[in-house]
């Protein structure tokens, strides 16, 4: 099987059904593990994009949280979310089919502080100086959540 044109047909099938023009495939020596077009239009989950979906099924496929052993298909470079999502199940491998630059002419989101040419731009930033309000509201007591995940698995 071709991985992917199998990426990019899900993608367009997927366009062709209302959705989005994205899409993921996860792959385990040379078997498709998971795979998931972007539901957000569909579900009006805005966190449905594809790589998220399909990390998701192959893990709980797997019945693990770690895809060191595996290559993930993406249609296109991940967003933040996407990426995060991608480095914290560590593939073998990502293989991306287009980039944010070349679909620009043709794709446009719509959110109030997201736009492809600047996010990542975001992360730089002081989080006083980022676009979305963020404030910090200290209580000494939330720092006992992370002291007792220690005591219980520091052991």
Same mark, same amino acid.
């Given at each position: 099987?071709?991985?992917?044109?199998?990426?990019?047909?899900?993608?367009?099938?997927?366009?062709?059904?209302?959705? +989005?023009?994205?899409?993921?495939?996860?792959?385990?020596?040379?078997?498709?593990?998971?795979?998931?077009?972007?539901?957000?239009?569909?579900?009006?989950?805005?966190?449905?994009?594809?790589?998220?979906?399909?990390?998701?099924?192959?893990?709980?496929?797997?019945?693990?949280?770690?895809?060191?052993?595996?290559?993930?298909?993406?249609?296109?470079?991940?967003?933040?979310?996407?990426?995060?999502?991608?480095?914290?199940?560590?593939?073998?491998?990502?293989?991306?089919?287009?980039? +944010?630059?070349?679909?620009?002419?043709?794709?446009?989101?719509?959110?109030?502080?997201?736009?492809?040419?600047?996010?990542?731009?975001?992360?730089?930033?002081?989080?006083?100086? +980022?676009?979305?309000?963020?404030?910090?509201?200290?209580?000494?007591?939330?720092?006992?959540?992370?002291? +007792?995940?220690?005591?219980?698995?520091?052991?």
């Amino acid at each position: 099987m071709d991985f992917i044109k199998h990426t990019i047909n899900l993608a367009l099938e997927n366009v062709e059904n209302g959705g +989005r023009p994205f899409a993921t495939v996860i792959v385990r020596d040379g078997e498709v593990i998971a795979e998931s077009p972007n539901l957000v239009a569909q579900t009006h989950d805005p966190t449905a994009h594809a790589e998220v979906l399909a990390i998701r099924k192959a893990c709980k496929k797997l019945q693990t949280e770690h895809l060191t052993d595996c290559e993930i298909y993406i249609l296109a470079s991940p967003c933040p979310m996407c990426l995060g999502s991608l480095y914290y199940c560590s593939p073998k491998k990502v293989i991306y089919i287009t980039t +944010r630059e070349d679909y620009a002419p043709y794709y446009r989101d719509d959110r109030k502080y997201f736009e492809l040419e600047t996010f990542y731009d975001e992360y730089c930033k002081p989080i006083e100086e +980022r676009r979305l309000p963020m404030i910090q509201q200290k209580d000494e007591e939330s720092i006992k959540v992370y002291q +007792r995940w220690s005591d219980l698995n520091n052991k």
